[in-house]
T-cell receptor
């Protein structure tokens, strides 16, 4: 298993600003993933982050909007750039060990 | 066709009832399958994996029909604490390690006294 923490747990932001979400895991993992869960919807994969290489983005998500860092095997950040109200969502990181475990999520509201 | 499709519910059942959820998936090359549980305002947590032979974990039974691309979850003797959203999840990725999980929209279960 894995214990995952995220910061911040929630935030309210103005449109046009950016927010960086941090994800910390208690053990070294190869793969980290970032998901979005929009209100009333299920989870959608944004990107996969490997340490030491560029993140791999899913269709509909681009690096300029969602830059990701993966500086080591226990940490990753996701930035939501130039935010609009449509970015209001829960953002979750996850890691793969025997299966995928999820962090508690960051609840973002953009005004 | 949605990649992973579930009846959103809600399913309202009394305590002690048996309830079944169904799920269909579109990618016939999918290799592994899961049921996750998500409580309100919480992250999803793995409930159980789903194997071709069917598997049981206490009150929970999962079945997979590859030919029909169909997955089911049966909950017997429902408890109040079973109230949650149940997510059908399919691994779209290669079957060696890396998981690319595709989530259904979830089926909401409400168990009442």
């Amino acid at each position: 298993s894995a214990v995952i923490s995220q910061k911040p747990s929630r935030d309210i932001c103005q449109r046009g600003t950016s927010l960086t979400i941090q994800c910390q895991v208690d053990s070294q993992v190869t793969m980290m993933f970032w998901y979005r869960q929009q209100p009333g919807q299920s989870l959608t994969l944004i990107a996969t982050a490997n340490q030491g290489s560029e993140a791999t983005y899913e269709s509909g998500f681009v690096i300029d909007k969602f830059p990701i860092s993966r500086p080591n095997l226990t940490f990753s950040t996701l930035t939501v750039s130039n935010m609009s109200p449509e970015d209001s969502s829960i953002y979750l990181c996850s890691v793969e060990t025997d299966t995928q475990y999820f962090g508690p999520g960051t609840r973002l509201t953009v005004l | 066709r949605k990649e992973v499709e579930q009846d959103p519910g809600p399913f309202n059942v009394p305590e002690g009832a048996t309830v079944a959820f169904n799920c269909t998936y579109s990618n016939s090359a999918s290799q592994s399958f899961f049921w996750y549980r998500q409580d309100c305002r919480k992250e999803p947590k793995l409930l159980m994996s789903v194997y071709s032979s069917g598997n049981e974990d206490g009150r929970f039974t999962a079945q997979l029909n590859r030919a029909s691309q169909y997955i089911s979850l049966l909950i017997r003797d429902s408890k109040l604490s079973d109230s949650a959203t149940y997510l059908c999840v399919v691994n779209w990725g290669p079957n060696t390690g890396f998981q690319k999980l595709v989530f259904g929209t979830g089926t909401r279960l409400l168990v009442s006294p």
